[in-house]
């Protein structure tokens, strides 16, 4: 699993023109799932985010978590994170999940940041969407694992 965590000021996300997702501070997250992940790999990453401390104290040290912050959480699938374009000039999505394993997994996934007990938005699985994020830093962190093989 691997996910593009961005503080955020706000973000939202649009299909067709129409808000499906909206959020105040907190955290934008884009997530892929790999070929392989388990439950055991959303469950380390959801308790993760909802701990990492990437938000300012009073002292502007990055010292608070979301879960610290009350803030929000908007979370966006995204297979082309796993993209690989070391060969040629077009990505292979090999190591992406199939979309229907993908989905099942991504809505686990959301319900485990959902239990951390903060407001979670999310896009739509598998929609082409828009979003805008209104970046705070920017405070960006990749986080990933893999699954046991």
Partial sequence: MRAVLQRVKESRVS???RIVGNISAGLNILVGIE???TEEELAYAAAKILSMRIFDDKDGRMN???RDIKGEILVISQFTLYGDCRRGNRPSFERA???NEAEK???KFVDMLKNGGLKVET???????EVNIVNDGPVTIILERKAKE
């Fill in 15 to 17: 299909v067709d023109g």
């Fill in 35 to 37: 070929k392989g992940d």
């Fill in 64 to 66: 608070l978590s979301v």
């Fill in 97 to 99: 999940a199939p979309g």
């Fill in 105 to 107: 997994l991504y809505g």
């Fill in 123 to 129: 896009g739509i699985f598998g929609a082409d969407m």
